[in-house]
Structures are given as C-alpha cells and as structure tokens.
C-alpha cells in the first residue's frame, strides 16, 4: 500500500487494526455485490447475510481460506441434510431438530479438524473457532430451506451461496480494491447510491432471461 488516508492514519493511531478496518470497509462493497446477483444476475442463494458471513469466514481462515472453507461449508451442508433425513422419521418438532443437527455438525467438524491433524494439515487443524461456527449455523438455513422448498432447491440455494461467497473472498482479497479502498476509503459510500439503484431494479433478471428463452424467441 502506498499511499494510506489521513483517515485511515486516524484510525490506526487510535488503535483500530488496519486488518480490521479494511474489513469494515469492505463489508458495504461484498453487501452491493451480493444485491446485484440477487436482484439484477437472479442468483438468490441464502439471502444476503449468509453468503456475506461465509465470505468473512473464508477471510478468516487465512491463506488457505478458500481450500479448508470449502471442504467445511461443503461437509456441512452434506452431514446436515444426512442428520435430517434420519431424524425425519422421529417426527420431532422444528427447534430441537436442529438443535441435535447442528450438534452432530460439529461433532463432525470436529472429526474432521483431528483428521486434518493425523494428516499433518495443520492449516486445517488450527481454523479459528469464528469461521467454524459460522460455518456450522448455515445448517439452520440449509434445514429450513430443505423444509420450506425441497432438498433439490435447498441444495441450490447452498451451491449459490458458495459461488457468491467465493467471488466475495476474492474481490475482498483483491490488493488493488484494497489499496484503492485505503487510499480512499469515502468510495465506499457510493454502494448506497447503487444500491437505490439496484432497489428500483425492474427488468427480467438474466436468469429469467435464460428461464424464459423459448418464449422471448416468440415474442
């Protein structure tokens, strides 16, 4: 980084961490990018908190962020929907349902992380407790989709969230957004305008654009 905002100095000198300012920062950026391939791409995922949580939880896991995060978003989804198919013949009701799915999630992470271990993956081993339980609550929102609208669209809905997650890990890991960002961190408040912008979005999405080919040919 080159040059640095008197602003940002500011920050810093008072004690703030400029980690954890350039996150701040960046969170306004990941939020507008997320509402653009909700409301203009047609990508819905998990609503925008979820994808943008799995995104700083892949930005906590460091450098092998993107490998380890993976592995544990993708063992959470599957041992989440195995864990309700079994339960689903007890009938039990919503809340301790998912309370005894989001225990054998993370005895199951857990398992994992020592297996990570054994095999020397010490980058998997050491994945700080904050990304992990991030992680493990996307579970809820995995179960409640699989309820609500099928485990076909459930698992959709996962696949999105992690697309988007994984462009916003990469867009936030981007030096030259970080430089610029630091450099002038006031930018950012021109997402509020885009996202007025995006509010009065009301053309097709391009995926309905894609959905409805056949009869856009017609027309």
Do not use: C
């Not at 008072?14 to 990018?33: F, H, R, S, Y």
């Not at 079994?86 to 020592?114: E, N």
């Amino acid at each position: 980084m080159n040059t640095i905002s008197p602003l940002i100095n500011y920050f810093v000198s008072q004690g703030v961490p400029l980690e954890t300012i350039i996150l701040i920062l960046m969170l306004p950026i990941i939020a507008t990018m997320i509402a653009f391939f909700r409301q203009v791409v047609g990508i819905k995922a998990f609503g925008i908190y979820t994808p943008l949580i799995v995104t700083f939880a892949f930005l906590a896991m460091g450098v092998n962020g993107i490998k380890y995060g993976v592995i544990i978003f993708v063992s959470v989804i599957f041992i989440g929907m195995i864990t309700r198919f079994i339960l689903k013949k007890f009938r039990l009701l919503y809340l301790p349902r998912v309370a005894i799915t989001l225990s054998v999630v993370a005895f199951s992470i857990l398992t994992i992380l020592v297996f990570g271990g054994t095999l020397h993956r010490t980058g998997l081993a050491a994945v700080s407790i904050f990304p992990l339980l991030i992680m493990i609550a996307i579970v809820e929102k995995f179960v409640t989709a699989q309820i609500e609208k099928g485990s076909k669209t459930a698992i959709l809905l996962a696949v999105e969230t992690l697309v988007i997650s994984l462009i916003g890990y990469y867009l936030a890991s981007w030096d030259i957004l970080i430089s610029v960002i630091v450099a002038y961190p006031y930018l950012v408040l021109f997402t509020l305008p885009i996202n007025f912008v995006l509010g009065k979005w009301t053309g097709l999405r391009f995926a309905e654009y894609y959905r409805f080919r056949e009869i856009l040919k017609k027309m």
